[in-house]
């Protein structure tokens, strides 16, 4: 009995939907809740900045952040961490009849690692407030912009996992979209990285805080940029 050969247009209908296993949409649902718990996290982020720019000499607000890191930070890192686990042993059970079974493990693991990144972020901007150290009202600024980004690029690789069987358009789109806030974000980066080292070049410790945050938060814009470059495998 011949080999059947089948072209990438026969995988999809007159829609533009994609056929696939039940086994594949269990994974791709799997990693949209990952997707959805991260973005969760990165909402919190951005919360949590709204608070400390405007917490100068405010125990109240000094707290809430404290509180928002343990329950809300610690928490879904947990839930992201668990997601992972849990996707890791569903594909050693179904290694066998799963396709891009690396980029599926690879994706979940560089969900973790933003995760990681995004807990070290919230807990250097909590101790800083918690000093009621004052922020340059420009650096506040390019801090909201780039949490902005962070907040922007999760909420389209939701749209990414969503879609991955379903339209490969809206993919391919929310993809492109990752790509270009990632380029500007990078930009963003790069101005604020400067302003923060010359402004508080004075005082280690506050520079010492303030741009590991701001390197926290690029490094997680970083490995989303990488999570919907391994996605595009998956189209």
């Known amino acids: ?3 059947e050969y089948y072209e990438e247009a026969d995988m999809y209908n007159e ?5 696939e296993s039940i086994a ?3 994974i791709k649902e799997q990693l949209s809740n990952i997707a959805i718990n991260f973005s969760n996290m990165a909402s919190t982020a951005s919360k949590m900045i709204e608070i400390a720019l405007n917490a100068e000499n405010d125990d109240l607000a000094v707290e809430k952040l404290k509180k928002m890191y343990e329950r809300e930070i610690l928490g879904v890192k947990d839930k992201i961490d668990g997601g992972r686990e849990r ?12 396709s891009y079974l690396s980029a599926y493990a690879q994706i979940s693991i560089l969900y973790t690692k933003a995760a990681q990144y995004i807990e070290g972020f919230a807990y250097r901007l909590f101790l800083y407030t918690s000093k009621y150290q004052k922020i340059d009202d420009d650096v506040k600024q390019d801090l909201r912009k780039l949490s902005g ?6 909420g389209s690789l939701i749209r990414v996992f969503r879609s991955l069987g379903v339209n490969k358009t809206i993919v391919r789109d929310a993809i492109s979209d990752v790509k270009i806030k990632e380029e500007e974000a990078d930009s963003a980066y790069r101005t604020l990285y400067v302003k ?3 402004r508080y070049s004075s005082n280690v410790k506050n520079l010492l805080l303030l741009a590991g945050l701001v390197d926290s938060l690029e490094n997680s814009i970083d490995l989303l940029k990488d999570i919907s470059d391994y996605s595009l495998i998956l189209i």
């Open 87 to 98: 996707l890791f042993r569903y594909l050693s059970r179904m290694r066998e009849t799963i």
């Open 196 to 198: 923060v080292i010359e």
């Open 149 to 154: 980004y962070l907040v922007d690029m999760s």
């Open 24 to 26: 594949e949409m269990s």
């Open 15 to 19: 829609n533009n939907v994609v056929e």
């Open 1 to 3: 009995m011949g080999e």
